[in-house]
T-cell receptor
Framework: NAGVTQTPKFQVLKTGQSMTLQCAQD?????MSWYRQDPGMGLRLIHY???????DQGEVPNGYNVSRSTTEDFPLRLLSAAPSQTSVYFC????????????FGPGTRLTVL | EDKVVQSPLSLVVHEGDTVTLNCSYE??????LLWYKQEKKAPTFLFML????IEKKSGRLSSILDKKELFSILNITATQTGDSAVYLC??????????FGKGTKLTVNP
């Protein structure tokens, strides 16, 4: 198993550009989520999904879109990047109800100029 | 709104010291409280607590939950420089979502 993979590892964007952060897992997990982590802020939930075709907003969803067309993939789209979206982004997955076995991806460090 | 508050936000100790990290929570329909360790990468799971008064232990780390007072502590005894990290507390309420605290940055000096 590759676990949870994220691409790219690093990305620099200009204000107004769009991009997609990729996340994939090969563990057949129902639950997937995206977090952002800013210095001194812990992890804040952006969007999550409890299964293919089902997504919902987390704590800080503005400026981000997600879709879940397959169990394996959960991409995060930045529609028009802003400097406030400079952050480290983590994708995570687990079985529904398996809170103690949540796996995190390695993270994507995004800088928006 | 669900909330998790950790204290202190940062802590500097010497090797061999014992530290206690605090986590208080306000979560609707509480299900579990989790502790993670984060070094310069993704968080790694330490403990999950669901019942009051039952200590979870792993080597020099231990944690306990008080559901009446809505808090948890993480103890690290005989600290080592490898314990230097950010320790995150998270709580799960009625949904599948986890709410994280801001973390405690622990620095252990030799």
């Amino acid at each position: 198993n590759a676990g949870v993979t994220q691409t790219p590892k690093f990305q620099v964007l200009k204000t107004g550009q769009s991009m997609t952060l990729q996340c994939a897992q090969d563990m057949n997990h129902e639950y997937m989520s995206w977090y952002r982590q800013d210095p001194g802020m812990g992890l804040r939930l952006i969007h999550y999904s409890v299964g293919a075709g089902i997504t919902d907003q987390g704590e800080v969803p503005n400026g981000y879109n997600v879709s879940r067309s397959t169990t394996e993939d959960f991409p995060l789209r930045l529609l028009s990047a802003a400097p406030s979206q400079t952050s480290v982004y983590f994708c995570a997955s687990r079985l529904e109800g398996g809170t103690d076995t949540q796996y995190f991806g390695p993270g994507t460090r995004l800088t928006v100029l | 709104e669900d909330k998790v508050v950790q204290s202190p936000l940062s802590l500097v100790v010497h090797e061999g010291d014992t530290v206690t990290l605090n986590c208080s929570y306000e979560v609707t329909n509480f299900r579990s409280l989790l502790w993670y360790k984060q070094e310069k990468k993704a968080p790694t799971f330490l403990f999950m607590l669901t019942s009051s008064g039952i200590e979870k232990k792993s080597g020099r780390l231990s944690s306990i939950l008080d559901k009446k007072e809505l808090f948890s502590i993480l103890n690290i005894t005989a600290t080592q420089t490898g314990d230097s990290a950010v320790y995150l507390c998270a709580s799960q309420g009625g949904s599948e979502k986890l709410v994280f605290g801001k973390g405690t940055k622990l620095t252990v000096n030799p």
